[in-house]
C-alpha cells in the first residue's frame, strides 16, 4: 500500500536545498550586490555634526557667601533650565531661526551615574562641524544672558530686603542693627562683582566623535544582509514551488518507490544492472517479459527506449498513460510489473501526490523509481 504524500527529510532536504540555491545562485548574487552597493551608498552618507560641552550646576542655595545674607534661593538649576522657553527665545532672535528647528537641533544629557549634582550635556546639532560649533556658541551665550539675569534678580530681592530693614532699624534708632545691615549691603555689593551664573563650564566645546558607521563595514553588513535574504528568498520560492530537483528529494516525495537506477548520465547511481536485480525480485527470481513505466510530471521524449537499452535484452519498456487518464489504472492492472519514471527539475511535488492518491493500492507493487 503506497503511503499518501510525502517530504524531503534529513540528507534529501539538505541536497533538495542545496539543489534549489544552485539554481537560484543568480538570485542570490544579485541581491548580494544590491547590498554590498546599498551598503557603500549609505555608509558614504555623513550624518549631522554635532558639537558638544559639559556644564555643571551651582545652586545658589549651596553659596555660602549668598546664604550668610539671609537670601532665600531655590534649589536648581535643573538640565531643562538650560533649554528653557526664555533661552530658546533668546536663540530666536539671535539666530533667526524658528523655535521648533532649534527644539531638534538642541540635546540636553546627563550621565545617570554621574552623583547627587550630575553634570549636564549641551548638544547642537548641524549640518557641518562649524555650524554646529556655531550654534552652541550661540546657546551658550543665551543661557548665560538668562542665568545673569536670574542670578542678579536673585541678588535684586535680597537687596531690597536689607534696605527695608536698614530703614526700619533708622526709624527704631538702632545703631547696631543699622551697622550689621549695612556690612551686609556692602558684602553685597562685593559679591554682585563675584557672582554672575550658577553654573560652571567643566569641559569646553568639543566635537561629538562620529558614530557612524564606516563606509567599507557599511558596504560588508550591506553584502551580508543581501547574502542572507537571497538565500531565504532562494529557499522560499524553491519550497513555495514545490519542484523536486534531486534523485532523493523525488524518491522522498515517493514513499514506497524505491531508487531502481540514475539513468540521467553513464555510471549513475544506483546502477540499471541494481534495477535488474531488483526486478527480478520482485517477480520471483525471473525478469518480467513488459515493464510498465508510469511517468511523474514532464519526462524526456525516449525515455522507454533509454530504459530498454539500459536494462537489456529481455525486458520490453512501455510508457503508460498519463496521470488522470481513465486507462491508466487498467495499464498497471494488467502490466506483469511497473514502476515510475521521473526527471528531477521536471517534476512537482503536488505531482508525485496526485500520482499516490490515484495508484495507491492498484495492481502490483510497484518495483520503483527510475530516475531519467
Not at 35 to 46: E, H, P, Q, W, Y
Not at 57 to 73: K, M, R
Request: proline share 7%.
Amino acid at each position: 500500500m503506497l503511503e499518501r504524500g510525502g517530504s524531503p527529510t534529513g540528507i534529501a532536504a539538505a541536497r533538495e536545498g542545496a539543489a534549489a540555491l544552485r539554481s537560484y545562485a543568480w538570485l542570490v548574487a544579485l541581491l548580494t550586490a544590491v547590498g554590498l552597493l546599498a551598503g557603500f551608498v549609505i555608509g558614504g552618507l555623513s550624518g549631522d555634526a554635532k558639537y558638544r560641552t559639559w556644564i555643571t550646576a551651582q545652586a545658589l542655595g549651596g553659596n555660602g557667601s549668598v546664604t550668610e545674607l539671609g537670601i532665600s534661593t531655590p534649589d536648581g538649576p535643573q538640565a531643562a533650565d538650560f533649554l528653557g522657553d526664555g533661552i530658546v527665545t533668546r536663540l530666536e532672535a539671535a539666530t533667526g531661526r524658528s523655535y521648533d528647528d532649534l527644539i531638534d537641533h538642541l540635546d540636553l544629557d546627563q550621565p545617570p551615574d554621574g552623583g547627587p549634582n550630575p553634570p549636564i550635556a549641551l548638544i547642537a546639532i548641524a549640518g557641518s562641524e562649524a555650524d554646529a560649533r556655531a550654534l552652541l556658541d550661540e546657546w551658550l551665550t543665551a543661557v548665560r544672558q538668562a542665568r545673569l539675569r536670574y542670578v542678579q534678580g536673585v541678588l535684586d530681592r535680597g537687596e531690597r530686603g536689607l534696605v527695608r530693614s536698614l530703614r526700619r532699624a533708622v526709624v527704631r534708632g538702632e545703631p547696631d542693627t543699622r551697622a550689621e545691615i549695612l556690612d551686609l549691603l556692602a558684602r553685597m555689593q562685593a559679591l554682585r562683582s563675584t557672582l554672575t551664573v550658577d553654573y560652571a563650564i567643566i569641559r569646553s566645546p568639543r566635537p561629538v566623535p562620529d558614530e557612524s558607521v564606516s563606509r567599507p563595514r557599511a558596504a560588508a553588513i550591506g553584502a551580508g544582509a543581501g547574502l542572507i535574504g537571497g538565500l531565504a528568498l532562494a529557499l522560499l520560492i524553491s519550497l513555495v514551488g514545490g519542484r523536486l530537483r534531486t534523485p532523493e528529494g523525488v524518491e522522498a516525495a515517493l514513499p514506497g518507490f524505491e531508487l531502481l537506477a540514475d539513468l540521467r548520465a553513464p555510471g549513475g547511481v544506483p546502477s540499471a544492472e541494481h534495477a535488474r536485480e531488483r526486478l527480478r525480485a520482485t517477480a520471483g527470481g525471473s525478469l518480467p517479459p513488459t515493464l510498465l513505466l508510469v511517468p511523474c510530471g514532464n519526462v524526456p521524449s525516449g525515455t522507454a527506449e533509454k530504459l530498454s537499452s539500459a536494462l537489456g535484452e529481455g525486458i520490453e519498456v512501455k510508457v503508460s498513460e498519463p496521470l488522470g487518464q481513465p486507462g491508466l489504472i487498467a495499464e498497471v492492472e494488467s502490466a506483469p510489473a511497473w514502476a515510475v519514471a521521473a526527471s528531477p527539475d521536471s517534476v512537482r511535488r503536488a505531482e508525485a501526490t496526485a500520482l499516490l492518491a490515484e495508484l495507491g493500492g492498484v495492481g502490483p507493487e510497484p518495483a520503483g523509481l527510475f530516475v531519467v
